[in-house]
């Protein structure tokens, strides 16, 4: 017996980068802003446009980097319609990562403008707001679709996550 089927697929970096974001994600949800009032506190005000700048750069680096070297551990013989489904969902959460991003240093720039009230910033914080919950919806599928390949034993769980490995005999 021996554990995990294909998972030197996807590289350490590339690992790194998954379970990172994972974390860093969490991280920005759970500091959220939760009154836009809260941004009169210029250290907090800082802190959040730092975090959203690192997010999108290392957001940037990561979509150049997988898309250079790295591929999907789908077994070849998947159905084409399971790959397109597979890559829309991939891609689609990388456009909503960095639409929150994006929406929130525009609120952030529209706040630092003084439109602290009114149609403009509301209308960007409700984008925001729709923008992460249909992020939720992607992530919830994602991890559906990962469960799913782990009770199908076709090393696609394996190569990305570093636990509950498939046991596959020699
Ligand atoms: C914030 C949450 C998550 C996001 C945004 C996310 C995003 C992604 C993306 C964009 C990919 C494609 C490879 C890449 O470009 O890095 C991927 C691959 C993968 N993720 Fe996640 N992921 C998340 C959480 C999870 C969790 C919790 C699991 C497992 C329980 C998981 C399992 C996998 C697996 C197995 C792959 C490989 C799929 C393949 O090779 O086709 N992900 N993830
Ligand atoms: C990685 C970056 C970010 C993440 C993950 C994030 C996450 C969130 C989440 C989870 C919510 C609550 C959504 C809901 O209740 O449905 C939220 C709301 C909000 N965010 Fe962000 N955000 C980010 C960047 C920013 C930035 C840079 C700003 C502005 C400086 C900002 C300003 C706001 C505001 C004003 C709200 C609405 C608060 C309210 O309910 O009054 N966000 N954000």
Request: zero cysteines; charged letters at 15%.
């Amino acid at each position: 017996m021996s554990l995990g089927k294909s998972n030197s697929n996807y590289s350490k970096l590339a690992m790194l980068f998954h379970w990172g974001f994972v974390i860093l994600f969490a991280y920005g949800v759970t500091k959220q802003v939760e009154d836009l009032n809260q941004l009169d506190d210029f250290d907090f005000f800082k802190f959040e446009i730092t975090f959203a700048f690192i997010f999108l750069f290392l957001l940037t680096i990561r979509f150049i980097y997988m898309k250079r070297t790295q591929s999907s551990s789908l077994p070849p013989e998947t159905p084409k319609v399971q790959k397109i489904a597979a890559k829309f969902v991939h891609n689609s959460m990388y456009v909503l990562l960095s639409a929150t991003v994006l929406s929130g240093l525009l609120i952030g720039l529209l706040y630092w403008l003084e439109f602290k009230d009114g149609i403009i910033i509301n209308s960007i914080i409700i984008i925001h707001e729709l923008v992460i919950n249909i992020l939720y919806l992607f992530i919830g599928i994602h991890i559906i679709a990962a469960t799913y390949h782990r009770f199908k034993k076709d090393g696609v769980w394996s190569s990305m996550v570093p636990i509950l490995k498939e046991k596959i005999k020699n």
